[in-house]
């Protein structure tokens, strides 16, 4: 059992969350006390003892600590940079982002050069590499635990177009063409219509495309739906859930144990009005899956915590749009699924963030370039225990429109089988870490502070 001694809910908030990702379950009693707590702790048993006092605002690499008899004492503040991490408090600091997210480039992660690796799963290795130390010199046995014996993928689609073929799309192509006044790009658009509409099946309907690739690999994937109220608005010229064949589809898909879930539109991630009206008619249509659903954002436009707040309200199970959408790589320093932490109201959040780290869109080059290059962030993400959380539209896997990126879903889904992943719908990525973090709860506790004082009397 770890006993957690500290002085506020966010500190717990930390301390319980570094306890979860290690996954380390000592067989006897350890304390874990933060600097200002330790005269509370009773010195004949073991203790970890966490200094908070930041030093450096360059993300650390490693732990710095030390062992004094049955003592270990972290002197890297790997407490505040969990909640800095995890909170996403930068992002309530930057300004004129045009409301939608904090440009990558200004995060730390980016200008320290680590936005493309789990920098807070590192420390956090790093933190339990010396944690197991300190339990083998003082012969404590201890054990560690995972939510899954297999590295977890988790496939989704945001589905942004279900109709490529369309007579208004293809007066907007000619439009274009004949404003550049261009004969030979003219040429080149008449043969793309021709080529469109001559087509067996729409290549934006891609549903059953992508339940055969893979439903041959065993996995099971989400797609968001959008949920708006006219085919054409605000976002262009979409589709709405009224579509009989969407409907018919979806429901097919959910039959064989696809999932589906929310994409709301740009006007809804500070709108709690717009996002209700759109809710209210996802339901509507699908109201045979039940309320708790997930959601990704239109072009992940969210503002961190705000958009957590909302989803809150609305009672969403889990967000997945924390990710960059310029570049493949770890937002929150993590791609393990978490349970945010409000600072202003100081108290946890009742939705999951499930980290979005590769997007389709922000990978270009030849399939075998764009294989490779996930196939890299994918294996940081499993050496941590953490799932994959892959995007990709339903439009890329489009033979036609995205050769590249159509044949790197497939060679990517083939390396995941050779490499025994499971591919399972986000919900239940989220259900088996839920389980996971229940588990690893119930080998640690709080003491607050009533519980000290009566324990030292
Ligand atoms: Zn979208």
Not at 172 to 200: E, V
Not at 207 to 225: A, H, R
Not at 342 to 370: C, H, T, Y
Request: proline share 4%; hydrophobic share 35%.
């Amino acid at each position: 059992m770890i006993t957690i001694i500290t002085s506020s809910e966010i500190n717990y908030y930390a301390l319980e969350t570094l306890v979860d990702f290690t996954g380390i379950v000592p067989q006897s009693s350890i304390n874990f006390c933060t600097g200002d707590r330790v005269s509370y702790i009773q010195s004949g048993k073991l203790n970890v003892v966490f200094n908070q006092v930041k030093k450096s605002n360059k993300f650390p690499k490693i732990i710095d600590c030390e062992i004094k008899g049955n003592y270990l004492y972290i002197h890297t503040d790997i407490i505040g940079w969990i909640i800095e991490s995890l909170t996403r408090s930068e992002e309530s600091r930057v300004t004129n982002n045009n409301g939608r997210t904090i440009p990558m480039e200004e995060s730390f992660a980016y200008k320290q050069g680590i936005h493309q690796k789990p920098y807070l799963d590192q420390i956090i290795h790093d933190f339990q590499v010396q944690f197991i130390s300190f339990l083998d010199a003082n012969k404590v046995p201890w054990e560690q635990i995972h939510p899954s014996t297999n590295p977890i993928l988790s496939l989704t689609h945001d589905v942004d177009s279900i109709q490529a073929k369309s007579v208004f799309r293809y007066i907007y192509w000619m439009i274009q063409g004949i404003t550049c006044l261009n004969i030979k790009k003219i040429k080149i658009i008449i043969d793309r219509i021709k080529d469109i509409n001559n087509l067996d099946s729409d290549p934006h309907f891609s549903f059953d495309i992508y339940k055969n690739i893979e439903g041959k690999f065993g996995y099971k994937s989400t797609f968001y739906l959008l949920s708006l109220a006219h085919y054409l608005g605000r976002e262009g010229r979409r589709y709405t859930l009224k579509n009989k064949k969407l409907s018919d589809k979806v429901r097919d898909l959910v039959q064989n144990g696809w999932e589906i879930g929310l994409h709301p539109s740009r006007v809804t991630h500070l709108s709690q009005k717009m996002l209700k009206k759109e809710v209210s008619r996802f339901n509507k249509a699908f109201h045979y899956i039940g309320n708790s659903i997930g959601v990704r954002n239109h072009y992940l436009k969210a503002i961190f915590p705000e958009t957590w707040r909302l989803q809150e309200l609305l009672g969403f199970k889990y967000d997945s749009s924390l990710g960059w959408a310029k570049s493949p790589g770890f937002r929150a320093g993590t791609a393990k699924p978490f349970r945010p932490f409000d600072i202003k109201d100081n108290r946890f959040l009742n939705v999951w963030e499930l980290p979005l780290i590769v997007m389709d869109g922000a990978i270009q080059g030849s399939s075998s370039e764009i294989t490779d290059q996930i196939i890299k962030i994918a294996e940081e993400s499993f050496q941590n225990y953490a799932p994959l959380t892959l995007l990709w539209h339903s439009d890329r896997i489009s033979n036609r429109d995205y050769p590249e990126h159509s044949a790197a879903y497939q060679k990517l889904l083939k390396y995941f089988k050779d490499r025994n992943c499971i591919g399972i719908p986000a919900t239940e990525v989220i259900d088996l870490y839920e389980n996971y973090y229940k588990t690893m709860a119930s080998h640690r506790r709080r003491i607050n502070e009533p519980e000290i004082k009566f324990q030292n009397d």
